[in-house]
């Protein structure tokens, strides 16, 4: 197959986790290569039994018919077509390009970029030049420490890691190296494809979010959980005003009921982020994004930074995101205001509402600034040596 520009192999699991909010995660990488004159095909692979979520029978399984047509549906709106992605299933069947497509591809390939998912399958080693992005901070790295599953694995394979810790080497920041040397990085957002809505302060504020993601892990001494631990710290919030507040919360043990009681609204997530479609007008119907964070980010002061947050800024929403540590380097101001206990999120919150105009401008400008996806993918290859 003859390519006309140069060649990116994009690894992620668009296909396995049929959600907007992910699939526009990866998208964005994708087209951040593609503005910068790279031609892209698309790999990934079902490491583990039962991965493929289908949402309409709302079951993971090895059946990868979901999970294939919605590949071909959504790349092929990012010129992506069958022949140019490859899904590799619970069998080692290669469909829509077919095994020797993408041999001959990654032959061709200029790099391949393995993105969040940790996938490894032997093929890859056609590409000699590989980067790997770590978008789970501290779990990734504590697993490469207890060599423990595939998150140990997968990263081993690659020369160049980044990984969406920001501090690596601070004196407050726990987040240890795996044994290897870490770059930072951010995730990116092509702004390009969204388009800004009109300011609404009477709009809630909403938080899109999994309740718990996983088991804690323990490195030094040290528990490190999830969302579900920051969020008892914020649950009484919607009792101090300055609402609506809706929360589109997933995972078995969310207690809604108690949320309820508490006076958040709560949105069906699966509805939220069913489609593009649907996620985009989740976040327009949004006064700003509210970000409560992993309680790993937080108490390793690792410097992350929401995917979620990218689209809300690029469409003209502002964010509230709790500190990780990331005030490091994106400067807190219009657009972005961050906070660290209750009473900083009220007090960020009446400070949007005093000019919420000034700060749905300035989002925008937030996302170009510090997200674009051209600008992240050219610091990635710059780093690695590849341009």
């Known amino acids: 197959m003859a390519y006309s520009k140069p060649l990116a192999i994009v690894v992620a699991s668009v296909g396995k986790l049929p959600y907007a ?53 959504v ?13 590799i299933d619970r069998e080692n069947r290669c469909h829509g390009s077919g095994w020797e497509g993408l041999r001959t591809a990654l032959r061709s390939a200029d790099f391949v970029l393995t993105v ?40 081993q394979h690659y020369q160049t890691l980044f990984s969406y810790c920001t501090r690596f080497g601070k004196t407050d920041c726990t987040v240890p190296p795996g044994g290897r040397t870490w770059f930072a990085s951010r995730p990116s957002v092509a702004t390009r494809i969204w388009t800004p809505a009109p300011p609404d302060s009477r709009l809630p504020l909403t938080g899109l ?47 809604r009921d108690l949320l309820s009681q508490r006076g958040w609204q709560l949105a069906d997530p699966l509805e939220q982020t069913g489609t593009i479609e649907n996620y985009r007008r989740f976040i327009a119907g949004s006064r700003a994004d ?39 380097w994106l400067p807190e101001g219009p657009g972005v205001l961050s906070f660290a206990n ?26 170009q600034e510090y997200f674009e996806a051209t600008r992240i993918a050219g610091e990635m290859l710059d780093v690695a040596g590849l341009r």
């Open 21 to 73: 909010g992910i699939s526009l995660y990866y998208l964005h990488q994708i087209i951040g290569l593609q503005d910068l004159g790279y031609e892209v095909h698309y790999a990934e692979r079902v490491n583990r039994p039962d991965e493929c979520y289908n949402p309409v029978s709302g079951i993971s399984s090895d059946d990868p018919s979901f999970a294939l047509d919605y590949l071909e549906r």
């Open 75 to 87: 790349l092929g709106e990012y010129g992506i077509a069958p022949a140019r992605f490859s899904f």
């Open 116 to 155: 969040a998912d940790p996938t490894w399958f032997e093929e890859l080693e056609l590409c000699p030049r590989r980067m790997f992005i770590d978008a789970d901070p501290l779990f990734t790295q504590v697993a490469m420490e207890t060599k423990s599953g595939t998150r140990a694995i997968a990263p």
């Open 209 to 255: 979010m999994h309740w718990a993601a996983g088991s804690e892990v323990i490195w030094d001494g040290v528990a490190y959980g999830h969302k579900d631990r920051e969020f008892q710290n914020f649950l009484d919030l919607p009792s101090y005003g300055g609402g609506p507040f809706v929360l589109a919360v997933g995972g078995r043990r969310a207690p």
């Open 290 to 328: 509210l970000g409560i964070a992993k309680h790993a980010y937080v108490a390793s002061r690792c410097g992350w930074f929401s995917d979620r947050a990218t689209c809300f800024l690029a469409s003209g929403r502002p964010v509230l995101h709790q500190d990780t540590g990331f005030r490091d």
């Open 342 to 367: 209750l009473e900083e999120l009220r007090e960020a919150i009446h400070r949007l509402d005093l000019d919420y105009a000034q700060h749905a401008r300035a989002a925008r400008a937030v996302a």
